[in-house]
């Protein structure tokens, strides 16, 4: 059967608000029900590069001491959590996640938190779990960052933060259970797999309650807000000079001059959605004589991991900056914190012009 046609696929997102847990639910049916595929998501993790731990059980969504709610918890034979999956379609990280998961697994022997997320939200989710690892790491050092592989963050000595996307994940145990000769389980898993691959390739997702709420719309209201805020406090702070404004179909933006460059701070939830978890963004100059000496001088941020310099293909590979916000605090304190990151840009071009 194509997994384009799964009934649930076509359930999921129109009678849950939440296609996640049925995925969680449809996945843990699954892998409860057979040891032999419960060893096949140890070894697909172990052909990402990260070492398998050894996992006897699978629950849903039990809190861990800390307040970690996966949606998977994978034990050993001593009960202890050693393998959490966390199923991701579209739905934002919330506070806890990673960091409070991965501090929730035992140090001591073999762990992993294993995030599966659509191909199409791959790149852009690896770069917010990375970020906020690092985040995590400048205030406290329970683990190290060793060396990146593929989709595997090496957090300590026998802990590892895996990303895979659904498709060849489900597709790996799939070719397992026919291997088995276990129809049941393969056909179980092409319909989960219908509704992965829904998730992944639908360009419009029925609408949810939730998505017309007036939080959301609050929120957009603010982030355009934020973009005026934003530039005047770097201008009274001397950080640049003001400049004009203006607006398209799905954007807004104003220009900021930094060191007498143009560039643009720009609301978009176009590049928010496709490029970064951020709506706030600092666009290169539209002068693209400008962009070598600017990509020179800026050539730090690049070098950060992940990288700070991006690149939109629907606007000429133009360069950009995302501008993160700071969760969980005050108003004056987000405003602050992308000041001090444009501080920090125009710190970058004068050094290089000196």
């Given at each position: 059967?194509?997994?384009?046609?799964?009934?649930?696929g076509?359930?999921?997102?129109?009678?849950?608000?939440?296609?996640?847990?049925?995925?969680?639910?449809?996945?843990?049916?699954?892998?409860?029900?057979h040891?032999?595929?419960?060893?096949?998501?140890?070894?697909?993790?172990?052909?990402?590069?990260?070492?398998?731990?050894?996992?006897?059980?699978?629950?849903?969504?039990r809190?861990?001491?800390?307040?970690?709610?996966?949606?998977?918890?994978?034990?050993?034979?001593s009960?202890?959590p050693?393998?959490?999956i966390?199923?991701k379609f579209w739905?934002?990280?919330?506070?806890?996640?990673?960091?409070?998961?991965?501090?929730?697994?035992?140090?001591?022997?073999?762990?992993?938190?294993l995030?599966?997320?659509p191909?199409?939200?791959?790149?852009?989710?690896?770069?917010?779990?990375?970020?906020?690892?690092?985040?995590?790491?400048?205030?406290?050092?329970?683990?190290?960052?060793?060396?990146?592989?593929?989709?595997?963050?090496?957090?300590?000595?026998?802990?590892?933060?895996?990303?895979?996307?659904?498709?060849?994940?489900?597709?790996?145990?799939q070719?397992?259970?026919?291997?088995?000769?276990?129809?049941?389980?393969s056909?179980?898993?092409?319909?989960?797999?219908?509704?992965?691959?829904?998730?992944?390739?639908?360009?419009f997702?029925?609408?949810?309650q939730e998505?017309?709420?007036?939080?959301?719309?609050?929120?957009?209201?603010?982030?355009?807000?934020?973009?005026?805020?934003?530039?005047?406090?770097?201008?009274?702070?001397?950080?640049?000079?003001?400049?004009t404004?203006?607006?398209?179909?799905?954007?807004?933006?104003?220009?900021?001059?930094?060191?007498?460059h143009?560039f643009?701070l720009?609301?978009?939830?176009?590049r928010?959605?496709?490029?970064?978890?951020?709506p706030?963004w600092?666009?290169?100059?539209?002068?693209?004589?400008?962009?070598?000496?600017?990509?020179?001088?800026?050539?730090?941020?690049?070098?950060?991991?992940?990288?700070?310099i991006?690149?939109?293909?629907?606007?000429?590979?133009?360069?950009l900056?995302?501008?993160?916000?700071?969760?969980?605090v005050?108003?004056?304190?987000?405003?602050q914190?992308?000041v001090?990151?444009?501080?920090?840009?125009?710190?970058?071009?004068?050094?290089?012009?000196?």
């Open positions: 059967m194509d997994p384009n046609d799964s009934l649930l076509h359930l999921a997102t129109r009678l849950s608000t939440h296609p996640e847990n049925v995925a969680t639910e449809a996945l843990a049916f699954i892998l409860r029900r040891e032999y595929l419960r060893r096949a998501v140890l070894r697909f993790m172990e052909s990402l590069g990260a070492p398998p731990p050894q996992v006897v059980s699978f629950t849903t969504q809190s861990e001491e800390n307040a970690a709610r996966p949606d998977l918890r994978g034990a050993d034979e009960g202890a050693v393998l959490f966390e199923a739905a934002g990280l919330t506070d806890k996640q990673p960091v409070t998961y991965l501090h929730a697994l035992p140090s001591d022997r073999p762990t992993a938190l995030v599966l997320a191909e199409a939200r791959r790149q852009m989710l690896w770069r917010e779990l990375r970020l906020r690892c690092e985040e995590d790491l400048q205030q406290r050092s329970p683990f190290d960052v060793g060396p990146e592989r593929p989709a595997v963050l090496q957090m300590g000595p026998q802990k590892v933060l895996v990303l895979a996307a659904w498709q060849p994940f489900l597709e790996s145990l070719s397992t259970a026919r291997a088995q000769g276990d129809h049941a389980s056909e179980n898993l092409n319909q989960l797999l219908g509704l992965c691959t829904r998730e992944d390739t639908t360009a997702l029925p609408l949810r998505d017309l709420s007036a939080d959301i719309g609050r929120r957009i209201y603010q982030f355009g807000a934020l973009v005026d805020e934003i530039c005047e406090a770097a201008v009274a702070a001397k950080v640049c000079k003001k400049g404004s203006g607006g398209s179909r799905m954007s807004y933006w104003r220009t900021v001059q930094i060191e007498g143009d643009y720009f609301l978009s939830p176009w928010w959605h496709t490029l970064a978890e951020t706030l600092l666009e290169f100059p539209s002068q693209t004589e400008s962009w070598n000496h600017l990509l020179e001088a800026l050539s730090p941020l690049a070098l950060r991991t992940p990288s700070m991006l690149r939109d293909p629907s606007n000429s590979d133009t360069p900056i995302p501008l993160h916000l700071k969760l969980g005050e108003h004056h304190e987000v405003v914190t992308v001090d990151t444009l501080r920090g840009i125009r710190d970058l071009i004068v050094a290089k012009s000196a």
